[in-house]
């Protein structure tokens, strides 16, 4: 099925696997925790991997097992294994990378603007346990180049499109880049999902979601995934076991569902946020804004060639002129339309201030050399009528502003 246009994948992928001759048209919430064998010798053979099956849920599930399955189609990998969050994804595959062959390696390069949970995994939490990590502008190719001959690192760390600023990696060269000195390439595709790109065609070599986002969709359920190839699953499993960060039946029931319209609505995100930037871009009480979709930003060309003319995702970020976090947050409060929740990818246009939120963890002048100031807004733009977006975020201006 593999071969097939994503707007098929996303509705059949992952359904209907055979289980017996009368299947269900969609997959089943199967909530139990436990499960029998025809005989001992079976339960034996699936706990020691020598066969397929279930035993207990943090080994698998059916129903997480179709969405995984569903993943790995829509991505073009050999398998996926499922998250409780779309971080637990990311910690799981930088563990993966670290420890994928025997032996800790502790040194990781990556992306400087990454999602500011992803920095601080990096830094803090892998930091404490003796893993230094080298942060560059990830768009630098020959800063990046260096930092990988220097360090050479487990693993290079991107986002396809940076949170929050929608810088465009350059995924092909920074595969070619990472697997020069023996290192894997993890992407963050959440913006992006498997309609704009896949990233493991491109060479990379573990692909995370946040699930939580476009890929479920509506705001209502928390799920992560990492796509790679059956190897780097298993291992993957295998540790999931242990540290028990599984995805649960009903998340995965949810996040199945989600992706069936998955292609219809980042098609309609994108056309939409093209319309948003545009007038933000044409708005004199905007300084910057931050979408790849505009022929000014730095990076548009690599976009345009990345995701071959489907667009340019639904996220985007913009700088009020002359403002700080009181004109952000008098702003966001007038907002009527778009919502100001902390999160992104829904159908609902969300706006968020990474100062406070996103990157809260990432220190003040950190976040100042990236160039996330104090007048930045985030905005996910979803799948309403773009002009009545546009209206609300013009009006709520007006209110806030006052010029």
Request: proline letters at 5%; hydrophobic letters at 50%; glycine letters at 10%.
């Amino acid at each position: 099925m593999t071969s097939r246009s994503i707007y098929t994948l996303a509705v059949h992928a992952g359904e209907r696997l055979p289980a017996s001759p009368f299947r269900p048209v969609t997959t089943p919430i199967t909530p139990a925790v436990s499960y029998l064998a025809p005989e001992m010798a079976d339960l034996d053979a699936v706990f020691g991997g020598e066969r397929a099956g279930f035993v207990y849920q943090r080994y698998g599930n059916p129903t997480v097992s179709a969405f995984e399955q569903a993943m790995a189609a829509l991505e073009g990998g050999e398998a996926a294994v499922a998250y409780a969050s779309g971080m637990a994804a990311v910690h799981g595959a930088m563990l993966g990378a670290l420890l994928g062959e025997g032996a800790m390696r502790r040194t990781l390069v990556s992306a400087a603007d990454v999602y500011g949970a992803t920095y601080a995994v990096q830094e803090r939490l892998l930091g404490a346990l003796g893993v230094s990590t080298t942060f560059v502008d990830g768009t630098d190719l020959a800063a990046v180049e260096v930092a990988l001959r220097e360090r050479r690192p487990a693993a290079l760390v991107c986002e396809i499109l940076s949170n929050p600023l929608l810088k465009v990696a350059d995924v092909p060269r920074l595969a070619e880049l990472a697997h020069a000195v023996g290192a894997a390439l993890i992407v963050d595709s959440t913006f992006a999902t498997p309609y704009l790109f896949r990233p493991l065609e491109a060479g990379a070599d573990y692909v995370v979601h946040s699930a939580t986002k476009y890929l479920a969709g509506h705001g209502d359920v928390m799920a992560g995934v990492v796509v790679c190839s059956a190897a780097r699953a298993a291992d993957l499993r295998e540790r999931q076991k242990l540290l028990g960060d599984n995805l649960g039946p009903q998340e995965a029931w949810l996040a199945l569902r989600g992706i069936k319209t998955l292609a219809l609505r980042m098609r309609e995100h994108c056309a939409n946020a093209q319309r948003v930037a545009e007038w933000l871009a044409a708005e004199p009480r905007v300084a910057q804004v931050h979408y790849p979709g505009l022929a000014a930003h730095a990076q548009h060309d690599l976009a345009e060639a990345l995701f071959g003319g489907r667009g340019f995702g639904g996220m985007m970020s913009f700088v009020l002129d002359g403002a700080g976090q009181a004109e952000v947050f008098r702003f966001m409060e007038a907002l009527e339309l778009v919502l100001p929740a902390t999160t992104l990818g829904d159908i609902h246009s969300l706006t968020l201030y990474p100062a406070h939120s996103s990157h809260r963890a990432v220190a003040p002048e950190v976040r100042a050399a990236l160039g996330i100031g104090e007048g930045l807004v985030r905005l996910s733009v979803g799948i309403e009528d773009p002009a009545d977006v546009i209206a609300d975020l013009s009006g709520a201006m007006d209110r806030a502003l006052g010029r």
